[in-house]
T-cell receptor, first 112, second 118 residues
C-alpha cells in the first residue's frame, strides 16, 4: 500500500471549514484513499473513502486531485468535538487482507 | 452487539505475568483485527482474522504474543511474560468482510484495552 504524508498538526477556528491535506504521490490506480479520525481515549472512527471522484457524506467531503497524488478532507463547519487525530490511509482494494496501515496522522485542534 | 466491545478497559499487571485481552466484535462481522497503540503514535497492526483463521499475523512483535478466535466471533489476545514495553492501548476492530467491490473496508473499532506493565 502506498505511503501517505500529512502535516503533524493544524488549528481551525470553530465554525470555519477545516481542510486537512494528505499527499500520496505513489498511489496506484486501484488504491483507495480512506480517512479515519481518533478522538481522545476512543478507537479510530471511519469518516469517508474514495477512489478518484470527490465524495461527500454527512461527516465530511473528500477532494481527490485529478492525478490522485493528493487529497483533502474537508470538515465544512468545524466544532470543538471535531478536535481529534485525523488519519489518511491508502489501501489496495483487492488486498488479500483487510488491514489498514495507520501513519502518525494530523492532530486537528478546533479553537473557540 | 451494537459495537465492538473490549474487556477489560484497563489492566495493570507486573512484569513477567500473563495477560488476556478480549474482543467481542459486531455480530455477523467475519473479519477481526488487533492493533496496538503507544502514546502519541498511530495504531500499529498486529493480526487479522478472517473467520476462525489468522489470515495475517505479520504484525505480532514476537512469540510472546498470540491471538485466537476459535468460533469466528470473540477473539482473545494473549501476552506471555509481559514486559514494560508492552504497555499500550490494545485496539480491536471488526468489519463485515475483508473487501467489497466498492473498495470499502470500514473497520469499526472498540474503545481499547489499556495495558500497563509495572
Amino acid at each position: 500500500d502506498a505511503k501517505t504524508t500529512q502535516p503533524p498538526s493544524m488549528d481551525c477556528a470553530e465554525g470555519r471549514a477545516a481542510n486537512l491535506p494528505c499527499n500520496h504521490s505513489t498511489i496506484s490506480g486501484n488504491e483507495y484513499v480512506y480517512w479515519y479520525r481518533q478522538i481522545h481515549s476512543q478507537g479510530p472512527q471511519y469518516i469517508i473513502h474514495g477512489l478518484k471522484n470527490n465524495e461527500t457524506n454527512e461527516m465530511a467531503s473528500l477532494i481527490i486531485t485529478e492525478d490522485r497524488k493528493s487529497s483533502t478532507l474537508i470538515l465544512p463547519h468545524a466544532t470543538l468535538r471535531d478536535t481529534a487525530v485525523y488519519y489518511c490511509i491508502v489501501r489496495l482494494s483487492s488486498s488479500n487482507t483487510g488491514k489498514l496501515i495507520f501513519g502518525q496522522g494530523t492532530t486537528l485542534q478546533v479553537k473557540p | 452487539g451494537a459495537g465492538v466491545s473490549q474487556t477489560p478497559s484497563n489492566k495493570v499487571t507486573e512484569k513477567g505475568k500473563y495477560v488476556e485481552l478480549r474482543c467481542d466484535p459486531i455480530s455477523g462481522h467475519t473479519a477481526l483485527y488487533w492493533y496496538r497503540q503507544s502514546l502519541g503514535q498511530g495504531p500499529e497492526f498486529l493480526i487479522y482474522f478472517q473467520g476462525t483463521g489468522a489470515a495475517d499475523d505479520s504484525g505480532l512483535p514476537n512469540d510472546r504474543f498470540f491471538a485466537v478466535r476459535p468460533e469466528g466471533s470473540v477473539s482473545t489476545l494473549k501476552i506471555q511474560r509481559t514486559e514494560r514495553g508492552d504497555s499500550a492501548v490494545y485496539l480491536c476492530a471488526s468489519s463485515p468482510t475483508r473487501m467489497t467491490l466498492s473498495g470499502a473496508n470500514v473497520l469499526t473499532f472498540g474503545a481499547g484495552s489499556r495495558l500497563t506493565v509495572l
